[in-house]
């Protein structure tokens, strides 16, 4: 028979042993990495200074795109007037007419790669100088909330096939870079927001400049 001292000891490794699996699991929780997912091109998109960016290249890219269209216009017409004239247009006209619209077509494909070459440079300027005050931001976000790692899933190559809404961070970021933009220093920014379980956001284009037609 066991004396009383063994069962008392018996009975408290019973009591103990949950004890301990619930303090490992708390443990455990405890020390698991807090993870974010951030879309930054759509957050720098979505910031005052994204808007006035893409708003900017709007405006300095609108004559150039109707310059092309204009000129896009003129081609289509002289094709019309080759196509009207197949049956009564002598042969040298036809071939002066189509070395006319061959030309033209050539010197609009130009103008336009020049003009998107142009547009590419502008977006990068732009993303670089609002990049550089996101990461800013981020850095603050995730040191006051205890993000181990935040993924940038904007990028079609980024490895996330899913992520819930709950660890998407991205309002949080565009709220508090236009915060620290209007003030000048950054405001303490809101917990991030839960909401229904969202896919990985699509790639977004930061300045929303219209392109050129080709």
């Not at 310059?67 to 006209?93: C, F």
Request: net charge neutral; with cysteine.
């Amino acid at each position: 028979m066991r004396s009383d001292r063994e069962d008392i000891v018996v009975r408290s490794t019973w009591i103990a042993l949950p004890l301990l699996a619930v303090a490992g699991i708390c443990m455990a929780q405890a020390q698991q990495p807090k993870v974010g997912v951030l879309n930054i091109q759509s957050a720098i998109a979505s910031t005052q200074d994204g808007k006035k960016a893409g708003a900017d290249l709007q405006a300095k890219y609108a004559p150039k795109r109707k310059e092309v269209e204009d000129e896009q216009n003129g081609i289509n017409s002289l094709k019309d007037q080759l196509q009207k004239g197949q049956n009564t247009m002598s042969e040298t006209a036809k071939a002066e007419l189509v070395r006319d619209i061959d030309d033209k077509t050539k010197r609009l494909n130009r103008k336009m790669e020049d003009a998107e070459a142009d547009l590419q440079q502008d977006q990068q300027k732009a993303l670089q100088a609002i990049g550089q005050k996101m990461m800013v931001v981020i850095d603050k976000f995730a040191k006051e909330h205890g993000y181990t790692l935040i993924i940038d899933v904007s990028s079609p190559q980024t490895p996330v096939l899913y992520a819930a809404a709950s660890i998407d961070i991205t309002k949080d970021i565009v709220q508090l870079y236009d915060n620290h933009n209007e003030t000048g220093a950054p405001a303490s920014p809101a917990a991030p927001s839960s909401s229904s379980a969202a896919p990985k956001p699509a790639p977004h284009t930061p300045a929303s400049a219209a392109k050129p037609n080709h």
